[in-house]
């Protein structure tokens, strides 16, 4: 986090306990550190962040960033991560915020970055939302419904996600685009955003992205390079674990 004269990015991390999938998943350790310390530790090497909070309405997860160092917003309770987002950036004097969602500990700080500079010099009052993806190389990832597919149009943006394996491939094997747990945001299109019903196909695949979709707002998507993993279930967790380890023991010696 090295940001101090450009423009005044803020990443906020939304967490919550009550995961269907995995309760209490913020707080679940890899590596001996909670899951949202791996994000905001990704988060502080991102240059062109200012700053990092995580946002939460669970007291758990508040003493935890207490214990931590981390700054935590609390906040009321949300049907999505970016309603909360939205929430805590009313009370945040930035010029654009960063969402990295509390489940992705391998997130590359150069995507974040790369969110960041796809944002940069959109005026505040401004509706612009940026959605990173990455392409998906393994096919079991391809049909796996936890791991959220984007398919985009020739101008960039998003035409629709889905956690079904889009597009189908009748004829050739097409490239498949994973959805990234990271979003950017002017402080406009968050307010929008929190204005705005869900949709029947927000509600169906449970994407909040889909909102801005159904509702004929665009979402621009950039492509990064990342070859993490969001952690949905406790079978995703182990696996996280065996990918930490590995990373350790390539990593060369200080």
């Known amino acids: ?40 530790q ?21 003493a935890a960033c207490e214990d931590l160092g981390i700054r935590c917003l609390m906040t009321g309770e949300h049907a999505t991560g970016t309603d909360r987002v939205a929430e805590c950036a009313r009370h945040l004097d930035a010029d654009a915020i960063i969402n990295v969602q509390g489940d992705e500990p391998f997130i590359n700080p150069a995507a974040i970055n790369a969110v960041c500079l796809a944002l940069a010099g959109s005026p505040s009052d401004s509706l612009v939302v940026v959605n990173a993806c990455a392409e998906l190389r393994a096919p079991a990832a391809v ?11 020739t101008s960039g943006n998003a035409l629709l996600f889905s956690r ?66 969001a952690v949905d279930t406790p079978k995703d967790l182990r696996r996280a674990s065996r990918l930490e380890e590995a990373r350790r023991s390539a990593a060369p010696l200080p």
């Open 1 to 40: 986090m090295r940001n101090t004269s450009g423009p005044n990015h803020v990443a906020v991390i939304p967490c919550r306990w009550g995961s269907s999938r995995f309760p209490g998943k913020p707080l679940a350790l890899l590596d001996g550190h909670p899951l949202l310390w791996h994000v905001h």
């Open 164 to 229: 079904q394996p889009i597009p189908y491939p009748r004829d050739t094997y097409p490239t498949y685009l994973r959805q990234l747990g990271l979003y950017g945001f002017t402080p406009e299109a968050l307010r929008t955003f929190s204005s705005l019903p869900q949709g029947p196909l927000e509600q169906a695949e449970g994407i909040e992205m889909l909102r801005f979709i159904e509702h004929g707002h665009p979402v621009r998507m950039v492509l990064v390079a990342d070859e993490g993993m």
């Open 42 to 62: 990704r988060c502080l090497e991102a240059d062109r962040i200012t700053e990092a909070v995580v946002a939460t309405d669970d007291d758990r997860i508040r």
């Open 143 to 153: 049909i796996d419904h936890n791991v959220v597919k984007a398919v985009t149009a």
